[in-house]
């Protein structure tokens, strides 16, 4: 268990510009979720996957979000034509998947748009 | 949906002394209520949770209480030391909507040596 590990750890991109993350969850965990955390707030939940389906998509994410998870396990999330606003940290979670099971962070891409 | 609200956003203490931090929540339909510890530069780390069958839970110098009347649940350092200083949320989940988790907006606790 190397638990979740998110790549890279630092971005920082001009406005307009596409940028994808990926994460990897730790290897039994079939529940993964993307939560967007900016400065002096809690994470916000954006998105959860149960193996390669994406099951929630919460209003924050904009149609210049887009998350996959195309075999089950890694996922990426890619924002679109950048925004000053999309500057916040991006987390990835994952857990077992049973009712109120445990959910672990990863450290998180910090994006900055210039 | 849900919606936590947490207090202190900062605490101070002195290296020995005891630390509360306090949520409320507003969903009588949340059942799951886990304590998250953030120090800098990394992920939020789950240091103890709670359900709501349970009023009280503890694991050697933290403990948490849920009061399910009040809607309210409570994180208790005690013989604090300078490496529990970081940010703290609370966070609540449903059992209609188990994989989506309410935080609070954290405190930040600084215990000074």
Request: charged letters at 20%; hydrophobic letters at 30%; glycine letters at 8%.
């Amino acid at each position: 268990d190397t638990g979740v590990s998110q790549d890279p750890r630092h971005k920082i991109t001009k406005r307009g510009q596409n940028v994808t993350f990926r994460c990897d969850p730790i290897s039994e965990h079939n529940r993964l979720y993307w939560y967007r955390q900016t400065l002096g707030q809690g994470p916000e939940f954006l998105t959860y996957f149960q193996n390669e389906a994406q099951l929630e998509k919460s209003r924050l994410l904009s149609d210049r979000f887009s998350a996959e998870r195309p075999k089950g396990s890694f996922s990426t999330l890619e924002i679109q034509r950048t925004e000053q606003g999309d500057s916040a940290m991006y987390l990835c979670a994952s857990s077992s998947g049973t009712v109120n099971e445990k959910l672990f962070f990863g450290s998180g891409t910090q994006l900055s748009v210039l | 949906g849900e919606n936590v609200e947490q207090h202190p956003s900062t605490l101070s203490v002195q290296e020995g002394d005891s630390a509360v931090i306090k949520c409320t929540y507003s969903d009588s339909a949340s059942n799951y209520f886990p304590w998250y510890k953030q120090e800098l530069g990394k992920g939020p780390q789950l240091i103890i949770d709670i359900r709501s069958n349970v009023g009280e839970k503890k694991d050697q110098r933290i403990a948490v209480t849920l009061n399910k009347t009040a809607k309210h649940f409570s994180l208790h350092i005690t013989e604090t030391q300078p490496e529990d200083s970081a940010v703290y949320f609370c966070a609540a989940s449903t059992l209609y909507n188990f994989n989506k988790f309410y935080f609070g907006s954290g405190t930040k606790l600084n215990v000074k040596p």
